[in-house]
């Protein structure tokens, strides 16, 4: 279809166009650019007069919006503005018309595009002179006010405006200088500081143009520091400043000088779309080495942020105070506050797709809203389904989700590896002292340098050892030559995976030994010397795999079906075409919490152990919660709290409690008998009768035959592997994740040689550890075609199945006493989670005079996700299960779950344990039924034979009024396969996500696409079994299909079971005693702690205001504004509307926080 040339948009049979093209003009058409000038004024002219005609015959049916983009042609043809117009076409009634460049320099503003609508901004080279006389002349609704446009090219007119409004900014001066005599200006200059008009600035100082366009700001530096400046300018290739060592200012020119701010190296560039919405993300500042860091596609790296209450306000301020619907600006974070150094105007975020659909979807609905009832196009502002976050519960009543706290396992890792070894050398202890471990008698060696120090010390004893051959030096040689290879390993992985973050899977511990080794380990020598040693634990491997990596942000994607609202009427944003390939996956379910999070009512917090594969996992899952784009590094650095302190999610393994030791040797001792297992020993082994157990007991029969067969399988592997190694074809087969055959083959043989002692008995405590093995080379190693593989898991499983849950605990008083031991903090944390959440202390929220527009502004969610090891998951499932939580004999629903989780076999990765609180408004604040908590619980990953074993859960929320009714709108729990919803579905009928939406385009209306479903058939007769999360099968970035070996076919990452529910009718005050019951009934060692804990929480209005470090929050905690009288939880202070996704501080280290970790809310 031709467009016409230089006109104002699609004139000729405007009303019988068809609506599924989108209306996007750009000028002429090139084959009619070298038209005489007369012609062309000549056509113009008729152009104006046909367009005119049609606007005057149109029936208001068929009246479109104009909308003109009047800028130079590379901001208008930029991908930002593109993609934003292209979705901008997508509604009904809007036209897009972009003014031709040659017409805005050359043509008079008569010969102009006629617009409805008009955005238009200043940059280099445009005249804004004539688009200000364009719009006295046509008079079109403004997006960005033109005349505060000449404000914003002149700093001082932009500080004045933010003082005058209030707005938080540095200190400055300003100085002027008159170009014939820049001599006479009041500017004295000494060598540690410059005085402007009376005011002292102090090195560091800046020193900015006053010109907004002249961006070679200079940042002057103190001698003690060396002196010099650094220079700052507009990006050319990757470098942003360089320094100088020049230390004296400029001596022409107008500036502004001002104090310098310590970021931390962060800048935050904020861009609001209107009043009530703001994008937030933060960049390496500028001023850091000039070096632009950029990503692997060579883009540069932005972090993603969440701005404060305060921020949200700010933004407000700016957007209004400067008349800019789109607008960007800088902030920076320093000292605890807040400070606006820049307003840019209009400004797009780049590469960010659910920014690209929100802000269409924003400008869209601005303009409708404005001119629709002008124009009499019937159009209606279109009613956002999740505005309040209210679901059906199973009473039947509709209720509000207030928090979601959700404990979750590691994603899949390479195999743990560990090595022991006693040292007594002088220069190990130097090593413990100058680390400070004689303060604990433990210390712990993660950092690069650390590392280091201990591979000096591994070679100066190698060469040592070499020399003397007497034994004078006690370290066994094979032990240190492995501590070298380990240290000197260099690993691909950890430049592929973690960027700069080296040494985040290696680490070296040391315990004080007063005594030496209490008695010979099974690596150790036979031979004990006297005096003190330190034990040196060397631990490696246990990164997240890139499968670890798919399986987490699937997850995360998947939780968000969670929070209600979005995915009900499958609504998709404009310019979505596929909810898996755009922005905020619009298409599928879960857009009720994205919408909540870019509206200030989702109050975030992730914490992760100090494990580098935990913190990774908990990248993967927010990138996938909050459709977040890019590399994991930037997301784990600003949005995931590392939170290592008082046990909350990390755990000494080396350190036993005294159950634990007891529980092991007992283990151990039965696992060494060389009979078949006796009535009396399922009475010892399982004194709980768990199915799980007995039945790997029935697999197992006689454990030390077991044992044999397995080391025997182990013999034959290894040989194997030897084998291929000698095999030329074989030599450089590369395994997954850059694995080689040789690392392979020094897994298994450290686990030949540990397996079986020199006694001939087994060491039951490696059962692990080849389980772990066996099962990841199952899974990804299965194209190397080892034989026997398949039994040795299988016996291994059975072993694992034992020796792992049983280590925790064997009858239900130790496993009580070890899961204390581990997780009474993270159930103080949870206790004080949902305490804080009824308690309502206006966590994000804004004064009520900022929300108008804002539907339910009051309201929020808090969300709490606490990513840990296996240990933390294990004891807080026991917990809960012989806790106290509740009577099995009193509750059916309760004793259905016991046995449910009786019969699973094994907490595999990403296993979840989720906690839902709900309130509903209709009773009484006083009343038990106000607040009800339900509790589900995710066995994780499916494992490679798990198919026809699968213990029978009963769905997720079962018999909740959502399935009684069957009405997809209701609720926020549609299943992730949208194309074949059964609610009847067993749990043995997984289905993989469907990688391409199963919706189907119908027709628009108003500002969104409408989808219609493929008509599912709901069953509501039999067991409604509701699957929240189906499993989750896709393909992992790093593997390479190989014929469908392996569990899963090797190419395919293994998908993850759906969540169950154990109970959906608790009480919160049942919880909160029980909780509270468990935590005082600990010992005395985790009360000290618990009050520590609570100290950290009591401290941390003071810390958030104290410390840049805030923790990861959508808000800042402000003061509760709520009239006296009102109970806590009366729904208060409103917000408005941001999409952001990132902590409040930008600059927060994931690693070592000290106690300046705030645990607020």
């Not at 502004?256 to 931390?264: C, K, L, N, Q």
Request: charged share 25%.
């Amino acid at each position: 279809m031709s467009e016409p040339c230089n006109g104002p948009g699609p004139v000729e049979e405007r009303g019988r166009i068809r609506r599924d093209v989108p209306r996007f003009v750009i000028g002429c058409e090139e084959d009619e650019q070298d038209m005489g000038q007369m012609e062309a004024g000549m056509k113009n002219e008729m152009l104006r007069q046909d367009d005119m005609e049609v606007y005057e015959n149109e029936s208001p049916s068929e009246r479109q919006i104009v909308v003109g983009i009047c800028a130079m042609m590379k901001k208008s043809k930029s991908k930002p503005m593109t993609q934003i117009l292209e979705r901008l076409c997508k509604f009904d009634y809007i036209d897009v018309v972009i003014f031709p460049e040659e017409v805005i320099l050359e043509e008079p503003v008569e010969k102009w595009p006629l617009c409805d609508c008009l955005i238009s901004f200043h940059s280099k080279g445009f005249p804004l002179d004539k688009a200000v006389e364009y719009a006295k002349l046509r008079n079109p609704m403004l997006i960005n006010d033109l005349n505060m446009q000449y404000f914003i090219q002149d700093r001082r007119e932009v500080y004045r405006i933010l003082q005058e409004e209030g707005i938080d900014l540095p200190r400055y001066g300003v100085l002027n200088r008159d170009p014939d005599n820049p001599e006479e200006c009041n500017l004295v200059e000494g060598e540690d500081h410059v005085e402007v008009n009376g005011e002292v600035f102090p090195k560091p100082f800046v020193e900015k143009p006053v010109c907004a366009e002249d961006h070679n700001v200079y940042i002057y530096y103190p001698t003690s520091a060396g002196g010099g400046s650094q220079r700052l300018f507009r990006k050319i290739g990757s470098r942003s400043s360089v320094y100088s060592p020049e230390s004296n200012v400029r001596k022409t020119g107008s500036y502004i000088y001002e104090e310098f701010m310590p970021t931390d190296g962060t800048d935050v560039k904020v861009y609001t779309v209107g009043p009530d919405y703001a994008h937030a993300e933060a960049r390496k500042s500028p001023a850091l080495d000039g070096k632009v860091e950029r990503d692997s596609e060579g883009k540069e790296i932005r972090y993603p942020v969440m701005l404060t209450a305060m921020e949200k306000l700010v933004a407000r301020k700016v957007c209004l105070a400067f008349k800019q619907t789109v607008c960007g600006f800088d902030l920076l974070r320093a000292n605890g506050h807040s400070y606006v150094c820049d307003v840019n105007g209009f400004s797009f975020v780049k590469n960010s797709m659910k920014y690209y659909d929100d802000c269409a979807k924003v400008l869209g609905n601005m303009v409708m809203r404005e001119l629709a009832p002008q124009l009499h196009i019937p159009w209606s502002i279109p009613m956002e389904a999740e505005d309040i976050p209210i679901v059906p519960t199973t009473s039947g009543t509709m209720m509000e989700l207030r928090c979601v706290i959700a404990i979750i396992r590691h994603g899949d890792r390479t195999p743990k590896q560990k090595m022991k070894m006693e040292v007594r050398h002088p220069l190990f202890f130097e090593l413990f002292k100058k680390y400070g471990g004689y303060k604990t008698g433990k210390l712990k060696l993660k950092k690069p340098k650390q590392l280091q120090e201990v591979l000096d010390i591994a070679r100066l004893l190698l060469v040592e050892l070499g020399q003397h051959n007497d034994c004078e030096i006690e370290e066994k040689k094979s032990k240190l030559e492995q501590l070298k290879t380990v240290l000197e390993m260099e690993s691909s992985l950890n430049v592929n995976q973690y960027g700069h973050f080296s040494g985040i899977n290696r680490k070296v511990q040391l315990t004080y030994l007063r005594n030496g080794q209490p008695k010979a380990s099974s690596e150790e020598e036979d031979c004990k010397k006297d005096g003190p040693s330190l034990l040196l634990v060397l631990k490696w491997g246990g990164e997240l795999t890139p499968a670890g990596r798919v399986q987490a942000e699937e997850l995360g994607r998947a939780f968000r079906c969670m929070y209600p609202g979005g995915q009900a009427r499958n609504r998709r944003s404009p310019g979505c075409e596929s909810p898996v390939d755009f922005g905020d996956f619009a298409g599928f379910p879960g857009c009720g919490l994205l919408r909540l999070h870019s509206t200030y009512r989702h109050d975030l917090k992730i914490y992760a152990s100090d494990e580098g594969r935990v913190q990774m996992t908990a990248a993967a899952f927010a990138k996938g919660l909050l459709a977040l784009e890019g590399e994991l590094t930037p997301i784990l650095v600003q949005m995931v709290k590392s939170a290592n302190m008082n046990g909350l999610l990390d755990s000494d393994s080396d350190s036993l409690t005294d159950c634990q030791q007891k529980v092991k040797a007992r283990l151990h001792e039965i696992m060494q008998k060389d009979q078949e297992f006796i009535q009396d020993d399922f009475q010892k082994l399982a004194p709980t009768g768990s199915p799980s157990l007995v039945n790997s007991m029935k697999v197992i029969e006689n454990p030390v035959k077991t044992c044999d067969k397995v080391y025997a399988l182990i013999q034959s592997l290894t040989s194997q592997i030897r084998k291929r190694l000698e095999d030329p074809k074989s030599a450089d087969l590369q395994l997954y994740h850059s694995e080689t055959l040789e690392l392979m083959l020094q897994r298994w043989s450290k686990l030949e040689r540990d397996f079986r002692m020199k006694n001939g008995r087994y060491d039951i405590s490696k059962i692990p550890d080849i389980y772990d093995c066996i099962k990841y080379d199952s899974q990804h190693n299965a194209s190397v075609g080892l034989e026997d593989t398949l039994e040795l898991f299988r016996l291994s499983r059975a072993l694992a199945d034992i020796v792992i849950p049983q280590e925790y605990g064997i009858n239900k008083a130790e496993k009580l006493d070890i899961a204390q031991a581990y997780c009474v903090p993270l159930m103080k944390k949870i206790y004080l989670d949902l305490q804080r959440t009824h308690e309502d202390e206006a966590v994000n929220k804004l004064h009520p005079l900022y929300s108008r527009g804002v539907m339910s502004p009051g309201r929020h969610v808090r969300t709490r996700l606490y990513f840990t090891s296996e240990s933390h998951v294990h004891s807080l499932l026991s917990m809960f299960r012989y806790g106290g939580l509740l009577d099995e004999v009193k509750d059916q629903q309760w004793k259905q779950a016991m046995d449910y989780l009786s019969a699973v076999t094994e907490l595999n990765y990403m296993t979840q344990i989720v906690i839902m609180l709900y309130e509903d408004n209709n009773k009484d604040p006083s009343s038990e039924e106000r607040f009800h908590v339900e509790l589900h619980f995710s066995p994780g990953v499916k494992g490679c034979e798990d198919e026809e074993n699968v213990p029978l859960g009963f769905g997720f929320r079962p018999a909740s009024s959502e399935n009684e009714d069957k009405k997809p709108n209701q609720g926020s729990l549609e299943d992730l396969s949208q194309d074949q919803t059964d609610d009847a579905l067993q749990v043995t009928e997984l289905i993989n996500l469907q990688r391409r939406s199963p919706m189907i385009r119908n027709r628009k209306t108003g500002s969104m696409e409408v989808l219609s479903e493929t008509s599912p058939n709901h069953s509501s007769k039999g067991c409604t079994s509701h699957r929240l999360f189906q499993s989750c099968s896709r393909q992992s970035p790093e593997i390479k299909p190989a014929g469908g070996l392996g569990f899963e076919g090797c190419s395919m990452v293994p998908s993850i079971y759906p969540l169950e529910t154990l109970h959906n009718s608790l009480s919160l005050k049942q919880v909160e005693e029980f909780l509270s019951k468990v935590c005082e009934s600990s010992g005395e060692a985790q009360a000290k702690t618990m009050k520590a804990l609570s100290g950290l929480f009591d401290s941390q209005s003071q810390t958030s205001l104290d410390s840049p470090q805030q923790p990861l929050s959508s808000s800042g905690s402000e003061a509760s504004l709520r009239p006296p009288g009102q109970p806590p939880w009366h729904g208060s202070i409103p917000s408005s509307a941001v999409s952001s996704a990132g902590p409040s501080s930008p600059t927060t280290d994931s690693s070592g926080l000290g106690l300046n970790f705030s645990f607020s809310e």
